[in-house]
C-alpha cells in the first residue's frame, strides 16, 4: 500500500550576518545552509494497518506526512501509495486520502455541519447513494447527530474533532492521514475518538498513519511503530517488541506512613549510578523511583526500601512505553 525508499528532504536556509551592514552584504553575497529535514528515511505500511509514526518536535514527521499527502516533492528517494506517486499524481491522488490536522480544521466557520458535507460531497463527487451510506456509518461511529445542524464555530473542540474525522472519512478514502488527532480533549472524548478510529480501521480496512505526542493513543491504536529523529530512521517495528528488548526498566511506588521519612532515601548515593540509570520523585509520602535493572535489580531496590524507612504499601510494574521513548531521544539506550 505505502512504500517509502531512501526518502529525503533538504531546505535552504539563507545565513545572514548580524546588523544592518549584514543585511546589505545578504543581498549581493547571500550565503546558505543546507538543512536535511529528512534524512534516508525507509519503510512500508501494508494495507489496514495503523502506523504510529513519532518524534520529538523538529524530528521531520511533519514534512514526511507532507510528502505523502503530496504538498512537498522530496528531494530524493521515492514513494509511492496505492501505485501512485503523490507529488506527481495529485489531482487523482488526493481523491483517496483523507487528513486530519489536530490543530486546524477542514470545516468551514460558519457553515451548519450539514452544509459542509454537502460540499465536501460535490467537492470530492460522491453519488447521493453512496454518500448516505457513508453518512449513516460515520454518524454511527462517531455520534454527529446532536450537533450535525449547528455552525461549526458553535461545535467544542471535541465535536469538532469528530467533525474533522467525518469530513476526511466522507469519500471513503484509501490512506487515512491523522495529525494529532486527540489533542487538547479530555479523558472521554479520547477515548470515544480512539474508538472511532478502531472501527473505522475494523471495518473499512483503512489504512491509518498516526502522529501524536499522546503515547496512550499508541499503545491504544497501534501494534507498530516508525520513530524518526533528526530527519534519520530510529526504529521500524512493533511495540511490544519495543517494551521487551529496551524496557529494562522497572518502576516502583511506594506509599509511606510517614512523610519525614522520605528524607531518609538516598538513591543515588547509594547505589552509585546517576539520573540517567535512577531518578525518582518524592510528593509527601508518596515516592516514585524509575530504575534501570541492568544497573540495580528489582530485588535490591526493594530490600534497600525496606530497610530505611517503614512503608505502607509498595507496587512494582514495568516502565511505561514514554519513559522507553524518553530514553530513545535521550540517546540513553541504541535501537
Not at 503530496?70 to 514513494?79: D, F, M
Not at 489536530?102 to 454518500?131: C, H, M, N
Request: net charge neutral; glycine share 6%.
Amino acid at each position: 500500500m505505502i512504500q517509502v525508499n531512501d526518502l529525503r528532504k533538504e531546505f535552504k536556509k539563507t545565513i545572514k550576518s548580524p546588523g544592518l551592514m549584514g543585511s546589505v552584504k545578504s543581498l549581493f553575497n547571500r550565503k546558505y545552509e543546507v538543512v536535511k529535514a529528512v534524512d534516508g528515511v525507509t519503510f512500508e505500511v501494508p494495507e489496514g494497518e495503523i502506523l504510529g509514526f513519532i518524534g520529538p518536535n523538529g524530528a521531520g514527521k511533519s514534512t514526511v506526512i507532507k510528502m505523502l499527502t503530496g504538498i512537498l516533492t522530496p528531494t530524493s528517494g521515492t514513494l509511492e501509495i496505492n501505485g501512485q506517486i503523490p507529488y506527481k499524481d495529485r489531482k487523482k491522488y488526493v481523491k483517496e486520502i483523507g487528513v486530519v490536522f489536530g490543530q486546524r480544521t477542514q470545516l468551514w466557520w460558519d457553515l451548519p455541519l450539514t452544509e459542509t458535507f454537502s460540499v465536501l460531497k460535490q467537492i470530492y463527487q460522491v453519488e447521493d447513494t453512496a454518500y448516505k451510506k457513508r453518512f449513516d456509518f460515520l454518524n454511527e461511529v462517531l455520534d454527529l447527530n446532536e450537533f450535525i445542524k449547528s455552525p461549526v464555530r458553535t461545535l467544542s473542540l471535541g465535536q469538532r474533532m469528530r467533525a474533522d474525522i467525518a469530513a476526511s472519512m466522507l469519500h471513503n478514502p484509501k490512506v487515512l492521514f491523522l495529525d494529532e488527532p486527540t489533542i487538547g480533549l479530555d479523558v472521554v472524548v479520547k477515548d470515544n475518538i480512539r474508538k472511532a478510529i478502531q472501527e473505522i480501521n475494523a471495518t473499512e480496512k483503512t489504512t491509518i498513519i498516526l502522529t501524536t505526542h499522546d503515547l496512550n493513543d499508541i499503545e491504544l491504536l497501534c501494534k507498530r511503530i516508525v520513530m524518526i529523529d533528526k530527519g534519520k530512521l530510529l526504529y521500524d517495528g512493533s511495540l511490544n517488541k519495543m517494551k521487551r528488548n529496551f524496557g529494562q526498566a522497572r518502576e516502583v511506588n511506594l506509599t509511606l506512613f510517614h512523610s519525614a521519612d522520605a528524607e531518609k532515601f538516598k538513591f543515588n548515593e547509594n547505589f552509585n549510578i546517576g539520573q540517567d540509570d535512577l531518578h525518582s520523585t518524592i510528593d509527601h509520602k508518596n515516592i516514585k523511583i524509575n530504575f534501570n535493572t541492568d544497573k540495580v535489580t528489582v530485588s535490591e531496590m526493594l530490600n534497600y526500601i525496606l530497610k530505611t524507612s517503614e512503608v505502607r504499601d509498595i507496587a512494582v510494574k514495568d516502565v511505561d512505553i514514554e519513559e522507553i521513548i524518553r530514553r530513545v531521544y535521550k540517546s540513553e539506550v541504541t535501537l
